[in-house]
């Protein structure tokens, strides 16, 4: 069942399966499968950032639309229409819990570099030795410590096969990152979050 419940919105959906399909990105998933390798989101990743979808539920504060969660739902249906392969799941996840969660702050230093798309997330929710849903290529990464969720930058990426590659599964050495944030009593606002929970990688 389509997720559009507004014009506005059944125009949006069209213009992102549209888009999804005139790129060819189920074709680009089904080759990541094939190739047991994630490869590399950048070409797309910088069209979806151009095209404001990275960041459409954010404020437009931090500079994009101001919409919502709704119309973030409607180009997450479309694009998994198509399968999508690359980190938009996790990053946008990440955002939002941010800008739900974090203080005015944190909001001000994170939000701008993902809503832009200049900055890739990850999510491991079962703490920071777990696999992580996109840190085949995110340079930030939220994990769970206790009830808190803690950003961090930098640290390795160990890339997982798993059953799709296209999903960038990871496992993260984070010696040598640096904390950027921690968000007192996240955990259960991100377990609430709706993206797949990883809870296991290999070949």
Known sequence: ?????????????????????????????????????AGDPGPLWKQLGELGWVGLHLPEEFGDSGYGLPELAVVLEGLGTELVPGPFVPTTAASALIAEVGSPAQRAALLPGLAGGSVRASLALDGEAGPAL??????????????????????????????????????????????????????????????????????
């Open 1 to 37: 069942m389509a997720l559009a419940i507004t014009d506005e919105h059944a125009e949006l959906a069209g213009v992102v399966r549209s888009f999804a399909v005139d790129q060819g990105l189920r074709v680009a998933a089904r080759g990541a499968l094939d190739s047991r390798q």
């Open 134 to 203: 996109g840190a085949a290529w995110a340079g930030l990464h939220l994990f769970r410590r206790g009830e808190d969720i803690v950003v961090v930058r930098g640290g390795q990426a160990e890339p997982l096969g798993g059953l799709d590659p296209s999903l960038g599964v990871a496992r993260l050495d984070l010696a040598g990152a640096t904390e950027e944030a921690v968000l007192p009593g996240a955990a259960p606002a991100a377990l609430n979050t709706p993206v797949p929970r990883v809870t296991g990688g290999g070949d």
